[in-house]
């Protein structure tokens, strides 16, 4: 198996799919490899950045582009990227295919290692093929604390986008703000990678 050297890079993979043709993409075969943070490392790190630390807008997805590139240029690869504007890269159907999450009982993709924080940084492409991979869904044991957990009742059912924002503009929406999503901190997978000042990044963004 081709190894994309991510030591000192902050990121590690999250699992890879085969690409198929109906993917589009100028790659009609291979395997795409999807980047996630390295974390609880990741955070301290990102924010010794230069993209951290200058005045400017997305830093997060401009050093996302700097360091994945230059990872798919040393693979001889290609970078694929879940943002950007329309039209979106399939990011959360090919998340399925890796075998390594799920989507669960309140949408959002929940990830064997990370849980409800699995996001995606990136894909690299790769002409060679990898063995799938396979692991248990962790929904298939678990009583669902993420089903009741957000305090504006925004999953019943899909997502009320709405409903969350105007939450978020309250002052009841201060944990979810300064902690993240209380609906996704509900999930007992990955509660030692977390970071308050990460998941509040996240959600100024979102806001
Ligand atoms: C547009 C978008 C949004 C929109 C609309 C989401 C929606 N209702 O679908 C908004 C702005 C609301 C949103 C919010 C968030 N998003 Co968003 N979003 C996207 C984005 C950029 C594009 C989605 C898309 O249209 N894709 C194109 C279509 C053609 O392909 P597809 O994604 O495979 O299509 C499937 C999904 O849309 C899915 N789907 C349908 N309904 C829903 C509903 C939800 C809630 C989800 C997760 C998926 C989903 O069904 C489609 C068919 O299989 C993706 C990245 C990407 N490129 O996919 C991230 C992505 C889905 N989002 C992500 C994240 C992290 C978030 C936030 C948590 C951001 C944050 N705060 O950090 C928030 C949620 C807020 C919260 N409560 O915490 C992650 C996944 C997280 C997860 N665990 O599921 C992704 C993959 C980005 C990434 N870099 O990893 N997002
Ligand atoms: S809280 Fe349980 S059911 Fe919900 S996503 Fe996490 S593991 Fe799955
Ligand atoms: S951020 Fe808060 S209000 Fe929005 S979906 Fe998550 S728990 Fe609900």
């Avoid at 590690?12 to 100028?26: N, Q, R, T």
């Amino acid at each position: 198996m081709s190894d994309l050297n991510l030591a000192g890079t902050g990121l590690i993979e999250m699992g890879h799919c085969p690409v198929v043709p109906s993917d589009g993409l100028a790659h009609d075969h291979g395997t795409l490899v999807f980047l996630g943070p390295d974390e609880p490392t990741f955070w301290p790190m990102f924010n010794q950045t230069p993209e951290y630390n200058d005045d400017a807008s997305d830093s997060l997805d401009r050093w996302s582009r700097r360091t994945i590139d230059a990872i798919a240029a040393r693979a001889h690869g290609a970078a694929y990227y879940p943002f950007g504007g329309e039209p979106f890269l399939p990011f959360y159907t090919w998340a399925l295919r890796t075998g390594q999450a799920w989507a669960s009982p309140i949408g959002f993709l929940v990830h064997k290692n990370a849980g409800l924080f699995a996001s995606y940084r990136g894909a690299v492409w790769i002409s060679e093929d990898r063995p799938i991979q396979t692991a248990t869904q962790p929904c298939l044991t678990c009583d669902a604390p993420c089903k009741a957990a957000c305090p504006a009742d925004a999953f019943a059912p899909g997502y009320d986008v709405a409903a969350c924002k105007a939450h978020l503009n309250a002052p009841q929406g201060a944990s979810c703000l300064s902690d993240g999503c209380m609906a996704r901190r509900a999930c007992p997978v990955g509660t030692d990678l977390r970071i308050s000042a990460q998941a509040a990044f996240h959600m100024k963004a979102f806001r």
